[in-house]
């Protein structure tokens, strides 16, 4: 079956500019997670969603940074008036239920590069 | 404060030498422990998830051991396409986050 997916997989941004990153997450998956991984770490939570209601953003850095996932399924990435330290790779990964004691399952990624 | 920490940072085999990946941790009411692999360019694949003390999983050449402090993923005769970074995360009480390690990038030698 097909896995999660993410658009675009590449972005190159202009300092200051707004970007919108997708995930399509595993169909009947209930969680879905944001994650920002820099070059050379593991990635670091941004955000969970469990269908439609977001529960946790404490990892977003910035109030530039925002995520909607408002029918339950696909989600959308936000970040506002990009700066060079957004740039990173951004990971969504789904899962069948609830957050924690099951496993996830992650996209390719986009890979933002800020200029 | 809540913590993973994976070591060594990077590794080095020969094909066919067996060794251990070291993945410790400080939360509270652990949850789940998972390893993943990541492929570089590619997002983190599921391999394990482990959730009690005394718990092993086990899959091809790959083995997972959880104790209370730390987990570790035991490689047996690694081959060349076994070269990847290998992630360890956990998810525990009162959160919705999952924490990551930095990961073990793993280079296997034909």
């Known amino acids: 079956g097909a896995g999660v997916s993410q658009s675009p997989r590449y972005k190159v941004a202009k300092r200051g500019q707004d970007v919108a990153l997708r995930c399509d997450p595993i169909?009947?998956?209930?969680?879905l997670f944001w994650y920002q991984q820099a070059l050379g770490q593991g990635p670091e939570f941004l955000t969970y969603f469990q269908n439609e209601a977001q529960l946790d953003k404490s990892g977003l850095p910035s109030d530039r940074f925002f995520a909607e996932r408002p029918e339950g399924s696909v989600s959308t990435l936000k970040i506002q008036r990009t700066q060079q330290e957004d740039s990173a790779v951004y990971l969504c990964a789904s899962s069948v239920r609830l957050a924690g004691e099951y496993e996830q399952y992650f996209g390719p990624g986009t890979r933002l590069t800020v200029t | 404060e809540d913590q993973v920490t994976q070591s060594p940072e990077a590794l080095r085999l020969q094909e066919g030498e067996s060794s251990s990946l070291n993945c410790s941790y400080t939360?509270?009411?652990?949850?789940?422990l998972f390893w993943y692999r990541q492929d570089p360019g590619k997002g983190p694949e599921f391999l394990f998830t482990l959730y009690s003390a005394g718990e092993e999983k086990e899959k091809e050449r790959l083995k997972a051991t959880l104790t209370k402090k730390e987990s570790f993923l035991h490689i047996t005769a690694p081959k060349p396409e076994d070269s990847a970074t290998y992630l360890c995360?956990?998810?525990?009480?009162?959160?919705?986050?999952?924490?990551f390690g930095t990961g073990t990038r793993l280079k296997v030698l034909a």
């Open positions: 169909s009947g998956h209930v969680s």
């Open positions: 995360a956990v998810s525990y009480s009162g959160t919705y986050k999952y924490i």
């Open positions: 939360v509270s009411g652990l949850r789940g």
